[in-house]
């Protein structure tokens, strides 16, 4: 069982910066996570994930470049973002999957630990 807790969420005006993180506490073999966002009305989408195993990171087209994710050790997860944007507003979820995958990993049926969320407003 994995244990997900999010903090660093705020409210910046568009053009600033935040850094979300993720403590992971708990035991299995984690062997990705992934940041998701979910504005209201919107589906649940992924953002940046990150390969355990190979460290490898993939982005969500719109945040490429200005989103950076992170890990430090096992304990914890971070999402850099800088150049926000009104439309980047949204409630911000981490996530971890310890079990095989392929294809597409920034959906939510890769995952299959959460945490609450914490929540990002940007004006304009």
């Known amino acids: 069982q994995v244990q997900l807790v999010e903090s660093g969420g705020g409210s910046v005006q568009a053009g600033g910066s935040l850094r979300l993180s993720c403590a992971v506490s708990g035991s299995a073999a984690i062997n990705r996570m992934c940041w998701f966002r979910q504005a209201p009305g919107n589906e649940r989408e992924g953002v940046a994930t990150?390969?355990?195993?190979?460290?490898?990171p993939g982005y969500r087209p719109s945040v490429k470049c200005r989103f950076t994710i992170a890990r430090d050790g096992d304990e914890k997860l971070y999402l850099q973002m800088t150049s926000l944007k009104p439309e980047d507003t949204a409630m911000y979820y981490c996530?971890?999957?310890?079990?095989?995958?392929?294809?597409?990993?920034?959906?939510?049926?890769?995952?299959?630990?959460w945490g609450q969320g914490t929540q990002v407003t940007v004006s304009a």
């Open positions: 996530a971890a999957a310890d079990r095989p995958g392929y294809g597409n990993v920034l959906v939510t049926g890769r995952y299959n630990y």
């Open positions: 990150i390969s355990t195993i190979s460290g490898e």
